[in-house]
């Protein structure tokens, strides 16, 4: 209980501490932008984009989201002035040359991840390459969430996971210590969201889906899971089917069952 109270108040302190920094940085105006454009080179804005490309790479290696403070501080550093054309040609790159898409997932903390353009365009889902077993434990996780209508409490995950011979208590030889890549790793990469439940002694938290997995994961592909593994029509699932298909609302037959 003492640990999850810390690591819940470690949370807060986090985020805070990441508002914070993002403070110290005023997004500049077009006229801004101009003017600095006019005190550098060409390659000189070549060099630091490259820059910028390279870091988002190197943290989309782990799935991390990247925060506009970070690539002020760490990459940008003096060449703030031109921040906002340096981040358009960074996006521009990554559409060209690497077929991503960069994404802001949260405007108040602007907060960046890539997507994969085909994946999200074809309706697959980055989570369901078997070469990851990582993304395979999490695309459960996010199926378990979708199906109870978005929202579970953690004894429900780790009671679905030892079902599933993924005990949480003990170290996995895939996926080491298995509760702190669920509630530390997916919640950083914004995967998932790992809330205390207020009021609750002892502490308890729930599940949600994180901003990432609304971007790139296929409610879709979810059902078409559910369907073949207990043999049923994804349309059984009338809610989840609604949400997942909301074009197909109005058609016969996708509101009546339950």
């Not at 940085?25 to 984009?49: H, N, Y």
């Not at 991390?64 to 790159?93: C, G, L, Q, S």
């Not at 999200?120 to 996780?141: C, E, H, R, W, Y």
């Not at 429900?156 to 011979?165: D, E, M, P, S």
């Amino acid at each position: 209980m003492t640990q999850r109270k810390r690591l819940s108040n470690t949370q807060s302190s986090t985020q805070n501490r990441e508002e914070d920094d993002d403070t110290t940085f005023t997004q500049p105006s077009t006229s801004q932008v101009q003017r600095g454009l006019e005190k550098v080179t060409p390659a000189q804005v070549d060099q630091k984009t490259a820059e910028v490309v390279q870091y988002f790479l190197v943290k989309d290696q782990k799935k991390m989201p990247v925060r506009r403070a970070d690539i002020v501080k760490h990459v940008v550093k003096e060449y703030r002035n031109i921040y906002p054309e340096i981040m358009k040609r960074a996006a521009h790159t990554f559409d060209q040359v690497f077929g991503l898409k960069l994404v802001e997932i949260d405007a108040k903390s602007h907060t960046y991840i890539l997507i994969n353009k085909l994946e999200t365009t074809d309706g697959a889902s980055p989570i369901n390459s078997p070469a990851n077993p990582k993304m395979g434990l999490l695309f459960v996780i996010l199926s378990v969430i979708f199906m109870k209508e978005g929202v579970v409490k953690e004894n429900v995950i780790w009671n679905t996971l030892k079902k599933l011979r993924v005990d949480p208590g003990k170290k996995h030889e895939d996926f080491g210590d298995v509760k702190k890549v669920v509630t530390d790793e997916f919640v950083r990469q914004r995967y998932l969201e790992y809330v205390r439940i207020p009021h609750t002694e002892p502490v308890e938290h729930e599940f949600r889906w994180g901003q990432r997995a609304e971007i790139e994961v296929s409610k879709a592909r979810i059902l078409e899971f559910m369907g073949e593994l207990h043999g049923l029509e994804p349309q059984s699932w009338s809610q989840q089917y609604r949400e997942a298909h909301p074009a197909s609302n109005t058609q016969p037959g996708t509101s009546s069952q339950r």
